[in-house]
């Protein structure tokens, strides 16, 4: 008989636990809703910056490039884009690549003008002392490469249109880097 009283007794104090439970959970019409605490850190500023249009480029370029990859690298405050086309030529199809940086330094700018200009390939651009160019030797692919310093923005434009003149993608490609300052 002990051993009856001890099982209703159990089965009791369940019943009277799972009534409490059922009288303390809110009503279908009380929604609770957690709200994030704010942040004491603001979001960096590089977030605010987007790639450049694809469109924008295919009008300087003549090119058909498409957008493949716009990464934020919030630690050190940069962007980086990268543009494609579908179409070969000699069997590589034509590409855009540029990291876009703030960076209150003019440090690294130093740094990539110093090496730069110990290279044959490089080009300074006239009456443009924040850029510089560091043009591919091998002729059978035309490719550049821009480097620049302007307002606390700092640019590395890769440009390779597998075809073309030194001077129309020297031309092109400070049309391009332009464009990433305009727009910073």
């Given at each position: 008989?002990?051993?009856?009283?001890?099982?209703?007794?159990?089965?009791?104090?369940?019943?009277?636990v799972g009534?409490?439970?059922?009288?303390?959970?809110?009503?279908?019409?009380?929604?609770?809703?957690?709200?994030?605490s704010p942040?004491?850190?603001?979001?960096?500023?590089?977030?605010?910056?987007?790639?450049?249009?694809?469109?924008?480029?295919?009008?300087?370029?003549?090119?058909?490039?498409?957008?493949?990859?716009?990464?934020?690298?919030?630690?050190?405050?940069?962007?980086?884009?990268?543009?494609?086309?579908?179409?070969?030529?000699?069997?590589?199809?034509?590409?855009?690549?540029?990291?876009?940086?703030?960076?209150?330094?003019?440090?690294?700018?130093?740094?990539?003008?110093?090496?730069?200009?110990?290279?044959?390939?490089?080009?300074?651009?006239?009456?443009?002392?924040?850029l510089i160019?560091?043009?591919?030797?091998?002729?059978?692919?035309?490719?550049?490469?821009?480097?620049?310093?302007?307002?606390?923005?700092?640019?590395?434009?890769?440009?390779?249109?597998?075809?073309?003149?030194?001077?129309?993608?020297?031309?092109?490609?400070?049309?391009?880097?332009?464009?990433?300052?305009?727009?910073?």
């Open positions: 008989m002990k051993k009856l009283f001890i099982f209703l007794g159990f089965w009791l104090g369940i019943a009277l009534q409490l439970l059922k009288k303390s959970t809110p009503p279908d019409s009380v929604k609770i809703v957690v709200l994030p942040s004491e850190t603001p979001l960096p500023a590089i977030t605010s910056h987007h790639c450049l249009d694809a469109s924008e480029l295919n009008t300087l370029t003549h090119e058909t490039f498409t957008l493949t990859r716009e990464n934020f690298v919030t630690e050190i405050e940069m962007i980086e884009c990268q543009y494609d086309t579908s179409s070969l030529i000699k069997s590589i199809a034509p590409s855009l690549h540029y990291t876009y940086r703030i960076t209150p330094s003019a440090s690294i700018w130093d740094t990539t003008q110093t090496l730069v200009q110990k290279k044959p390939s490089n080009r300074r651009i006239e009456g443009k002392a924040y160019a560091d043009l591919n030797p091998v002729v059978e692919l035309a490719q550049v490469t821009f480097y620049g310093y302007k307002n606390t923005s700092y640019i590395e434009v890769t440009y390779t249109p597998v075809e073309a003149q030194s001077g129309d993608i020297l031309r092109v490609g400070e049309q391009i880097a332009e464009k990433i300052f305009e727009k910073g």
